[in-house]
């Protein structure tokens, strides 16, 4: 039995190959559930109003700075959604209190982008 660690469409898995001998062919199959990611880096305090991910994507841009004032609809975050950039706009008016991801990041749906007051 050899151990492996692979890594599919962002997420990882602990898998056990079991040589059964002569076939060429070993079945292979799930040891463990998937790893947790990586806590992303904050860049300040967390604010009172979350900012998240609607849709799994990849971060390509962060468009306001924590301590930039927003507007309403104003983008915070780019995520490429589908092969298609699909900015995340502040839900008010307010300040970005911190940033949660990085440029490059692959997000799941619901993850944290952003807070703000």
């Given at each position: 039995?050899?151990?492996?660690t692979i890594?599919?469409?962002?997420t990882?898995?602990d898998?056990?190959?079991e ?17 947790a ?10 604010g009172?109003v979350?900012?998240?991910?609607g ?5 390509v841009?962060?468009?306001a ?10 983008p915070?975050?780019?995520l490429?959604?589908m092969?298609?950039e699909t900015?995340v706009v502040?839900?008010q008016?307010?300040t970005?209190?911190?940033?949660n991801?990085n440029?490059?990041?692959?997000v ?6 952003a807070?703000m007051n």
């Amino acid at each position: 039995m050899k151990n492996y660690t692979i890594t599919v469409n962002g997420t990882v898995y602990d898998v056990t190959v079991e040589d059964k001998g002569g076939s060429g062919v070993s079945p292979v199959a799930p040891v463990a559930a998937p790893k947790a990611a990586a806590a992303p880096v904050s860049s300040g305090a967390a604010g009172s109003v979350k900012i998240e991910a609607g849709a799994a994507g990849k971060v390509v841009k962060i468009a306001a700075a924590a301590g930039a004032s927003v507007k309403k609809g104003d983008p915070v975050v780019v995520l490429e959604v589908m092969k298609m950039e699909t900015p995340v706009v502040a839900p008010q008016d307010g300040t970005v209190a911190s940033i949660n991801c990085n440029e490059g990041q692959q997000v799941d749906a619901g993850a944290l982008l952003a807070t703000m007051n």
